[in-house]
């Protein structure tokens, strides 16, 4: 689903009112615009789980750049909205009522509607090219993540989320 954001014509737009996590996050780090209520947040947070959110992270890392996902996959904090503001994960920040109702600058042009398919889907193309919006990156992040959901601690990193208690880790 997240490459197939790439390849569509017309501008992709996420508005985020709540909190944006794992694959939240990494829906707004694919699209091409992003507008996020003050009140937002976003994580990174399978690490707490005994889950590293790689596939998240191949978008995520593209929009903030590297150490900056790092921290975010290995600490599983949030980031508030104008932190991810600062870092490049999201274009605005706007009050909580006006994450609904702003347009985007995609929407409020008077420029050929071909003229910006083109151009956007153009610029996503080559913009993506031996970056982490190649299938490859997917292809391998997806593999790992898969990997780390066999583990023991993944098992018990679930079971202590959902018994809302501390998880044992076992390493394994």
């Given at each position: 689903?997240?490459?197939?954001?790439?390849?569509?014509?017309q501008?992709?737009?996420?508005?985020?009112?709540?909190?944006?996590?794992?694959?939240?996050c990494?829906?707004?780090?694919m699209?091409?615009?992003?507008?996020?209520?003050?009140?937002?947040?976003?994580?990174?947070?399978?690490?707490?789980?005994?889950?590293?959110?790689?596939?998240?992270a191949?978008?995520?890392?593209?929009?903030?750049?590297?150490?900056?996902?790092?921290?975010?996959?290995?600490?599983?904090?949030?980031?508030d909205?104008?932190?991810?503001?600062?870092?490049?994960?999201?274009?605005?920040?706007?009050?909580?009522?006006r994450?609904?109702?702003?347009?985007?600058?995609?929407?409020?042009t008077?420029?050929?509607?071909a003229a910006?398919?083109?151009?956007?889907?153009?610029?996503?193309?080559?913009?993506?090219?031996?970056?982490?919006?190649?299938?490859?990156?997917?292809?391998m992040?997806?593999?790992?993540m898969?990997?780390?959901l066999?583990?023991?601690?993944?098992?018990?990193g679930?079971?202590?989320f959902?018994?809302k208690r501390?998880?044992?880790?076992?390493?394994?």
């Amino acid at each position: 689903m997240m490459m197939s954001l790439t390849a569509l014509p017309q501008p992709v737009i996420a508005r985020v009112h709540g909190i944006a996590t794992a694959a939240g996050c990494q829906l707004v780090s694919m699209c091409d615009l992003a507008v996020a209520a003050d009140t937002a947040a976003f994580a990174l947070p399978g690490v707490n789980i005994g889950v590293f959110c790689s596939t998240p992270a191949v978008g995520v890392a593209r929009n903030v750049g590297r150490k900056r996902a790092m921290e975010m996959l290995l600490t599983g904090e949030m980031i508030d909205a104008r932190t991810a503001l600062a870092w490049g994960l999201v274009n605005r920040v706007v009050a909580p009522g006006r994450a609904r109702r702003r347009r985007s600058a995609a929407s409020r042009t008077s420029s050929s509607p071909a003229a910006r398919q083109r151009s956007g889907s153009a610029s996503r193309r080559s913009t993506g090219r031996s970056s982490s919006r190649s299938p490859s990156a997917y292809e391998m992040t997806s593999e790992t993540m898969a990997c780390n959901l066999l583990l023991d601690d993944a098992a018990e990193g679930m079971d202590a989320f959902l018994g809302k208690r501390p998880a044992l880790w076992r390493g394994r």
